[in-house]
């Protein structure tokens, strides 16, 4: 059973900020959201993850709802470079396996 | 972060022949590894849990016989197809295990051409 919902594509303009939302109605208190990116024709790339505070890096930040069901990635300006399949993954604390859904494929356009 | 180093990055063989992957963790030990793939257009499946001095565990489905795993050193796994064929054409990653709350490292893949 998939543990998170993605939209499969978005569009963003470059300079924008991209916000990429998530469900994971289903979450367990010891689960974390993680994302990931993959560019095409290369591995995942680790972007951010967060139990239940807001987090941010010099990535992205990741924006997680109180009641933890959903959250938000968001790239505060996209640039071409970040045209990419983002996953959002929920992985628990005993849980050391990644389960990669379709992901959301970003398309950031001049 | 911890650096993963995947080669090939690309090799194309011939129907019948192995062709062995090199996963390198090239600053840290990594006492578990996993092997994905990936088919165009797809999202990336798990094939196997690669364990330093025991054997792989696999996913359900996976041939243990034909995708053999070896995880000899802290530092290497290796993936190698055997008796390839034209659908075992894949992006194969490999990737480090982290945990609840520490990212996992992924290689640069390999992307295998079986012709």
């Known amino acids: 059973d998939a543990k998170t919902t993605q939209p499969p594509s978005m569009d963003c303009a470059e300079g924008r900020a991209a916000n990429l939302p998530c469900n994971h109605s289903t979450i367990s208190g010891n689960e974390y959201v993680y994302w990931y990116r993959q560019i095409h024709s290369q591995g995942p790339q680790y972007i951010i993850h967060g139990l239940k505070n807001n987090e941010t890096n010099e990535m992205a930040s990741l924006i997680i709802t109180e009641d933890r069901k959903s959250s938000t990635l968001i790239l505060p300006h996209a640039t071409l470079r970040d045209t990419a399949v983002y996953y959002c993954?929920?992985?628990?604390?005993?849980?050391?396996?990644?389960?990669f859904g379709a992901g959301t494929t970003v398309t950031v356009r001049a | 972060g911890a650096v993963v180093s995947q080669h090939p990055s690309r090799v194309i063989c011939k129907s019948g022949t192995s062709v062995k992957i090199e996963c390198r963790s090239l600053d840290f030990q990594a006492t578990t590894m996993f092997w994905y793939r990936q088919f165009p257009k797809q999202s990336l499946m798990l094939m196997a849990t690669?364990?330093?001095?025991?054997?792989?565990?696999?996913e359900q489905g996976v041939e243990k016989d034909k995708f053999l795993i070896n995880h000899a050193s802290l530092t290497l796994s290796t993936l190698t197809v055997t008796s390839a064929h034209p659908e075992d054409s894949s992006f194969y990653i490999c990737s480090t295990q982290g945990g609840a709350d520490t990212e996992a490292f992924f290689g640069q893949g390999t992307r295998l051409t079986v012709v």
């Open positions: 993954i929920v992985r628990g604390f005993n849980d050391y396996k990644l389960s």
């Open positions: 690669s364990n330093e001095g025991s054997k792989a565990t696999y």
